[in-house]
């Protein structure tokens, strides 16, 4: 069974193929039909939801084909990587608080849920519980003590 992400990305795919193949091109004979194409904004409409589906579609199997390339034998099983759970102390801040790496898919900030690609989540990958480490986000520079870290083979 693929995972949630996968799925939801194939969903998409599919609800989008469906719209590019079948809804789309109806639309546009439609709009054709109601004559001069230069100044038929249903026709335009169509046609810039045509050009932003396909780019969509684009993405969505390029996004697809990246998370197939994923192998959880390469994740290492001592340090930060996707999937690890870390509590880290804010310094600047006076707190502590707990993520878990994810996909960029899956982040919810709010629900602790970082992507790997995100400035901090880039900034904990490879380190250790006992590390320290500076993140530029886009709110400024912060200070993280690594107090923590749950490795992707630690919660199996």
Known sequence: MPSPIVQKLQEEIQALEHELNHELPKELKRARALGDLSENAEYIMAKQRQDYVSARLIQLKGRLADLSLINLNNIPKDRIAFGSRVTLYDVDRDVEIKYRLVTSEEA?????????????????MGKKAGDTVKVNTPNGSREFEIRAVLTFYDQA
């Open 108 to 124: 919810d900030v709010g629900k602790g849920l970082i992507s790997t690609t995100s400035p901090i989540g880039r900034g904990l």
